[in-house]
């Protein structure tokens, strides 16, 4: 199997820290090394130009590409190993490896185009761009989502509905900071992301855990259990982390609820887009005719969780309160990666990736879990959901999830344990695995039976 551009700067990343490599070593050139790897010359482009970047390396010209000579020779200490369940994830530091959820492919983004795109908009920058960016977003870029949003997803809005924040965070904290007075109490899917809950309890400790099923968040509980909730938060397209859909009569039941309790539904959207058998569905804001629900997404999934750029689109009752709370505490994001994003959306480009990315993912996903069953035969369920970027594989048997997923992070497989995802004592088990980067059939096996010795040993243990 054929390294991609991700391997070979890992490769020599690892020789150079680990001394194989040192200060001054000259490294082939390009065309040599992609004629010794029967790879394409801009894989081993892409690789060198992260080493580079980065520091591991420096470029002499016509004297070629060498080891940084400025980097001490003595060894590194250790990476930390990460804690028990998801912890880990939550850190700034995102450890190297395979199968992480939430990863849109690397492999297939259009980096040419991008790069492009890039130096257009560096190249294009005026003195009077340089000062103070605008606190709502770059006006080219909010009429763009707006009309993404309109066509795509069946959200009416237009350019001044539309608040460019820092990302999922920044969706959140500016909503909390705009909508809810001290005290408000939340209501959030369980189980549930759990970055937001984290954030939740930092900011609003009151929180309503509402159970979701087959049909989604269970809109009756919350009616019965959750009466001065004044803020909802759900993943209605495609649940995180289960995958399920919400179901036209809870969309209107949640609908109701919020009119009846002058409430507000945040509608995180964070996939939305990646429906494989299917048509993409409508969003639950869509179908708002009393102006309760909170649209809010972010870049991540569809280019790339590095652009830290997202959006919401805010209330009109409520748009003050948005516009006060973003100037004090956002003061708008940085100009250069909105004008780029701007240009990337209005010229047609993100459509045309949106398209690809649906059928490769598919593809992708019949090759997870086919390799999931094929390394571990009755270990798994894995319930076919209708899109996503993540497979959830339940536990038939077993319960120990936060230690198989610890098992397999020693593998370099970074999934993502089920259980912690859960505030109430009962739970469901399993892994959450990525696999918008697997490249093959092959590659998916090969992945997947790393750990094969070592999880029938955790498993013959807890059994």
């Not at 970055?195 to 609003?204: D, E, P, T, Y």
Request: hydrophobic residues 40%; charged residues 20%; contains cysteine.
């Amino acid at each position: 199997m054929k390294p991609g551009y991700r391997e070979i700067y890992q490769r020599y990343r690892q020789n150079i820290r680990d001394g194989v490599l040192k200060p001054g070593d000259r490294v082939p050139s390009i065309r040599l090394l992609a004629q010794e790897l029967q790879v394409a010359k801009k894989t081993v482009e892409a690789a060198y130009a992260v080493l580079v970047g980065e520091g591991y390396l420096v470029s002499r010209g016509p004297q070629g590409t060498c080891v940084n000579p400025a980097l001490a020779s003595v060894p590194r200490p250790a990476a930390p190993a990460l804690p028990a369940g998801n912890d880990g994830l939550l850190t700034l530091h995102e450890p190297d490896g395979f199968l992480r959820p939430g990863i849109p492919s690397l492999d297939r983004f259009p980096y040419k185009k991008w790069l492009l795109l890039c130096a257009r908009a560096t190249r294009a920058m005026r003195p009077e761009e340089m000062v103070n960016p605008p606190v709502a977003g770059f006006a080219p870029l909010r009429a763009a989502i707006a009309s993404y949003l309109t066509i795509s997803r069946g959200v009416a809005c237009n350019a001044d509905d539309i608040f460019i924040t820092s990302g999922y965070r920044g969706n959140l904290l500016l909503t909390l900071q705009a909508l809810l007075g001290h005290g408000d109490r939340v209501a959030l899917e369980e189980p549930g992301y759990f970055v937001g809950q984290r954030l939740l309890k930092a900011r609003a400790p009151a929180l309503y855990p509402v159970p979701v099923d087959d049909e989604g968040i269970q809109v009756a509980h919350l009616q019965r259990h959750c009466p001065d909730a004044r803020l909802a938060i759900v993943t209605p397209s495609h649940h995180s982390p289960l995958g399920v859909t919400l179901s036209l009569p809870r969309k209107q039941q949640l609908l109701a609820w919020a009119s009846q309790h002058n409430a507000w539904i945040v509608e995180d959207d964070y996939d939305g887009e990646f429906h494989y058998t299917r048509n993409v569905l409508p969003s639950l804001k869509s179908l708002d005719t009393d102006d309760r629900v909170i649209y809010i997404g972010t870049f991540s999934k569809t280019i790339m969780p590095s652009v830290r750029i997202g959006y919401l689109v805010m209330p009109r009752s409520a748009r003050q309160a948005f516009l006060e709370s973003g100037a004090l505490f956002t003061g708008g994001q940085p100009l250069l990666m909105q004008k780029i994003l701007a240009a990337f959306l209005s010229g047609g480009d993100f459509y045309a990736h949106l398209k690809k990315m649906r059928a490769l993912y598919a593809r992708r996903r019949e090759m997870a879990i086919r390799a999931l069953h094929q390394a571990y035969p009755g270990v798994f369920a894995t319930p076919l959901e209708d899109g996503g970027m993540h497979v959830v594989a339940y536990l038939k048997t077993a319960t120990c999830d936060e230690a198989l997923a610890r098992v397999w992070q020693q593998h370099q497989l970074q999934v993502n344990a089920l259980s912690p995802w859960y505030l109430l004592p009962e739970k469901r088990y399993g892994l959450i695995i990525g696999y918008t980067n697997l490249r093959s059939q092959e590659e998916a096996v090969a992945l997947l039976t790393r750990a094969v010795a070592d999880t029938r040993a955790l498993l013959g243990e807890t059994g």
